[in-house]
């Protein structure tokens, strides 16, 4: 796990007071959140917390109905998905959005193909740049020239970080990189993910799986009902107490046991 502390640091991406609404429904209720070149933070919630809502705000998806995005010091009302791109942010999501058909080095390269002579599209190129960054990322993958179709849920997810490293950006967010994936394909991807965060990415993921979330993550966010409500490191908690910030059982618990303290105290008074 990454030794990097965000004290003294500036963070690749600062939200303040993101607020959200479909129609009556309050997705995002004032929400600040800052992401930092360099860690992994983790985005954790409950359904329906606001988790896909923030990151689709983040990648210029989604306008926010107020609030700020600042990036590398720049201030936005909203981004747009383009500009998202440009100014380094690129999202994996959980559909991965790779073409089935194509094969592996056409994924990666996707809209941004090298071009020979001008006109024609540098397949050999393609192949051995991807073969490349495939192994430096320890993706295994039978060849660049297999339809992703033909791959396993691990091997797809590798080619959509794959495809998001070569957008040469600053910051790759994932939304639920290990659902649906057995043991070693999810310990793969999560150390992929790992490795980002220590080559200096700022890395934002959206996982339930708390034991992912452990082994990864130096920051957790818990986000409830719209509200980003906790912002620990992550040697500094534990699962049980991040448990109960998701469910809100913390507080409630905390809420006993502060009335309980003030009974004893009344009680030794008296
Ligand atoms: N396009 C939309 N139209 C209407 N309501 C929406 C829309 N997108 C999200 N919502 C609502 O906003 C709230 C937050 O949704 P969001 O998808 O961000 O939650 P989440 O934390 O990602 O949940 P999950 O863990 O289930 O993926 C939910 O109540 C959801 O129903
Ligand atoms: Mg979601």
Do not use: W
């Not at 034991?211 to 699962?239: A, M, Q, W, Y």
């Amino acid at each position: 796990m990454s030794k990097c502390c965000t004290l003294g640091k500036n963070p690749f991406i600062r939200l303040r007071n993101i607020k959200k609404s479909f129609g009556h429904v309050v997705a995002l209720d004032g929400v600040d959140l800052d992401v930092y070149p360099g860690e992994v933070t983790a985005l954790v919630g409950d359904n329906g917390a606001g988790k896909s809502t923030l990151i689709k705000i983040i990648s210029g998806v989604l306008y926010p109905d107020e609030g700020e995005l600042s990036l590398d010091g720049k201030t936005f009302r909203h981004l747009t998905p383009s500009r998202a791109i440009e100014l380094g942010i690129s999202t994996v999501y959980q559909d991965l959005a790779l073409v089935d058909c194509r094969d592996v080095a056409s994924n990666i390269f996707l809209g941004r193909e090298p071009l020979k002579a001008r006109f024609f599209v540098d397949k050999k190129r393609m192949n051995r740049e991807s073969e490349e960054l495939l192994r430096k990322l320890k993706v295994s993958i039978p060849s660049v020239t297999t339809p992703v179709e033909f791959l396993s849920g691990g091997q797809r997810q590798g080619v959509a970080v794959a495809r998001s490293v070569k957008q040469q950006g600053k910051m790759i967010i994932f939304d639920e990189p290990t659902a649906a994936m057995g043991v070693g394909e999810s310990d793969k991807i999560l150390k992929l993910i790992r490795s980002l965060g220590d080559e200096g990415f700022a890395v934002l993921i959206i996982s339930h799986n708390l034991h992912h979330v452990f082994s990864i993550s130096d920051r957790i966010c818990v986000l409830r009902n719209g509200r980003l409500i906790k912002d620990f490191r992550t040697e500094n908690t534990s699962p049980d107490e991040v448990v109960g910030f998701i469910t809100g059982s913390y507080r409630h618990d905390k809420k006993i046991r502060e009335k309980n303290n003030t009974k004893a105290l009344r009680c030794r008074e008296t």
